[in-house]
């Protein structure tokens, strides 16, 4: 499909009414998992990815390459939109993330996510300037071809500022990004701010506010378009795993060897898009 149309397919799942849930994938599994239950795109994990490769998140460990070789691997087995988590566009410069905002479209991805993260754990947010000038560069290598997502990390990375936040996702707005994106606002008051200032922007939401875990629904009826879900199905697959090495630590080897059958697996393996 030509970068334009897959643009407006994906962009058309954000203006709906009622939005999109589009949770995140790790491997071909989990991506057909997805898309047999129906879910209309999924995204990639940078965490998830990188914890998969053993390497930690967020430390430039894993590289644009690998990274889009796995999201272009997901996008051909289901056939859906596939979002990229690609952390800050991966490079030094805004020439860096237009290039890596081109490299995606050239790997078929609907949309791709850039960040005013650093890499740097002493300073892991950019200024201002530098972060709205990173989403600008994606905005405009885009051309309408794929769904740019400007993300600030403000409060993950233990900025608690709100007048921040707004500033930056409204800045990245006007500078055209089709949706932003801040994970984990404090409470439901944060997310209507932040949803009332960068109207109508489509806002994505990691969940759920940091204090309470809202349904789909409670989301929806305060103005969230899309619902994604970063790293936590993985972490809920390996925390299942971490229980599962317990069983059998414990010699307990009928606790240890429950699960999804291996017949239920080839089915969805069956219908992938090979």
Wanted: aromatic letters at 6%; glycine letters at 10%.
């Amino acid at each position: 499909m030509p970068g334009s149309e897959l643009y407006e397919k994906f962009m058309a799942l954000h203006t709906r009414d009622g939005g999109l849930v589009m949770p995140n994938a790790w491997d071909g599994l989990s991506a057909l998992m997805l898309a047999d239950a129906g879910f209309e795109a999924i995204g990639t994990s940078s965490a998830a990815l990188a914890s998969a490769l053993g390497r930690l998140d967020g430390r430039h460990l894993v590289t644009r390459e690998e990274h889009l070789e796995h999201a272009r691997l997901l996008g051909r087995l289901t056939g859906l939109p596939l979002n990229g988590d690609f952390e800050d566009g991966y490079g030094d410069t805004p020439e860096d993330v237009a290039a890596t905002v081109e490299a995606a479209v050239e790997f078929g991805l609907a949309g791709i996510g850039i960040e005013d993260t650093s890499g740097d754990p002493d300073h892991p947010i950019r200024d201002f300037d530098d972060a709205v000038n990173r989403v600008r560069s994606a905005v405009e290598a885009a051309k309408g071809r794929i769904v740019v997502t400007g993300r600030t990390d403000n409060f993950i990375q233990g900025r608690p500022d709100l007048d921040d936040t707004i500033r930056r996702l409204t800045a990245f707005a006007e500078v055209g990004s089709d949706v932003v994106y801040a994970p984990y606002p404090p409470d439901l008051d944060a997310l209507d701010a932040i949803v009332t200032a960068v109207a109508p922007t489509p806002v994505n939401v990691l969940v759920s506010p940091a204090d309470k875990v809202l349904t789909v629904a409670e989301l929806q009826k305060a103005g969230v378009k899309r619902i994604s879900l970063g790293p936590l199905l993985y972490m809920h697959a390996t925390g299942a795993l971490e229980q599962a090495i317990k069983a059998l630590v414990a010699g307990d080897l009928g606790s240890a060897t429950t699960g999804i059958s291996f017949e239920r697996i080839s089915g969805v393996l069956a219908r992938g898009k090979n």
